[in-house]
Nanobody, 126 residues
Framework: QVQLVESGGGLVQAGGSLRLSCATSGRTFNRYFMAWFRQAPGKERDFVAFINWSGGITYSADSVKGRFTISRDNAKNTVYLQMNSLKPEDTAVYYC???????????????????WGQGTQVTVSS
C-alpha cells in the first residue's frame, strides 16, 4: 500500500510563494512517477506538473510554466511543488499523485495515476 500526505498549503497574497510537500510511504517510492494536480470548486481536476522516478524528466502545464517547479528527494520519500509568482487563478485544492508502473501513457491524465493524497488548500488573494 502507498500513502501520500500533502502539506504546505495556505493563504498567500498574489505574487507570493508557497512550497507544497507530499510525504509518501512505500518501499518502491524511488521508482514511482509523481505528479501534482489541482481542482477548484465546481471544476475538473487539472494537471499541474510531473516528475519521473529519477527526477531527471519534468513537465508542467502551460499555465504554470516559469512559475512552478516540481522536484523530489527520494531519500526523504518526498515530492515538492515550489510555487512562485502566485495568481488568484492558482487558487485550488492541490493533490499529489503517484503511478507505480514504470511506463507512462498520458502524464496529464487523472486516470494515469494509482494513488492520491487528500489534498491541501491553496488560496491566493488579490
Amino acid at each position: 500500500q502507498v500513502q501520500l500526505v500533502e502539506s504546505g498549503g495556505g493563504l498567500v497574497q498574489a505574487g507570493g510563494s508557497l512550497r507544497l510537500s507530499c510525504a509518501t510511504s512505500g518501499r518502491t517510492f524511488n521508482r514511482y512517477f509523481m505528479a501534482w494536480f489541482r481542482q477548484a470548486p465546481g471544476k475538473e481536476r487539472d494537471f499541474v506538473a510531473f516528475i519521473n522516478w529519477s527526477g531527471g524528466i519534468t513537465y508542467s502545464a502551460d499555465s504554470v510554466k516559469g512559475r512552478f517547479t516540481i522536484s523530489r528527494d527520494n531519500a526523504k520519500n518526498t515530492v515538492y511543488l515550489q510555487m512562485n509568482s502566485l495568481k488568484p487563478e492558482d487558487t485550488a485544492v492541490y493533490y499529489c499523485a503517484a503511478r507505480a508502473l514504470p511506463v507512462m501513457g498520458d502524464y496529464r491524465a487523472v486516470s494515469s495515476y494509482d494513488y492520491w493524497g487528500q489534498g491541501t488548500q491553496v488560496t491566493v488573494s488579490s
